[in-house]
């Protein structure tokens, strides 16, 4: 067939494989990252990423860090509200990561934060379950 200008039907096929390798490309980059990383080590440093944005109230990328499920079921305005307080905690670590199921980590938070009616800094413990999807490693909230 010989090139006719006005003829750009071959744009269709092309910008689809384009968005298809660029996509794959991506998707490929979380799971380059960890490459001979146990799946302890990528959960505790997912869960050090989502502590730190909750604390800095970057809720948009902790967000990111939940399951398909319940992103369909809890908007971000609404995951908000779960975690509103924890801007205010002034310290906050990941003290263990479990992964004894396959697929399945439990994680060890602690957090503190100073509590003004008693003029005293507490200390607080929060369990998370991370999951492994289709996406990756994922935190697994109830839906409330």
């Known amino acids: 067939m010989l090139y006719n200008r006005n003829n750009q039907s071959y744009l269709k ?28 080590e990528i959960v505790k440093s997912y869960s050090e990423d989502w502590l730190a944005s909750i604390m800095q109230a970057d809720f948009e990328n902790a967000y990111k860090y939940t399951t398909p499920a319940f992103k369909l079921a809890v908007t971000p305005k609404l995951y908000i509200s779960r975690y509103a307080g924890a801007p205010r905690w002034t310290d ?17 938070f602690s957090f503190s934060y100073f509590q003004v009616r008693t003029m005293m800094t507490q200390t607080r413990r929060l369990d998370e379950r991370w999951i492994k999807t289709a996406e990756g490693w994922r935190i697994y909230h109830k839906i409330k």
Do not use: I, Q
């Not at 092309?14 to 968005?19: H, I, N, P, R, W």
């Not at 906050?92 to 060890?108: H, L, T």
């Open 13 to 40: 096929p092309l910008a689809t494989m384009v968005l298809a390798s660029t996509t794959l490309l991506m998707s490929g980059c979380e799971t380059l990252k960890n490459v001979g990383k146990s799946d302890s």
């Open 92 to 108: 906050g670590k990941v003290v263990d990561v479990v992964c004894e199921e396959e697929n399945v980590c439990d994680v060890k």
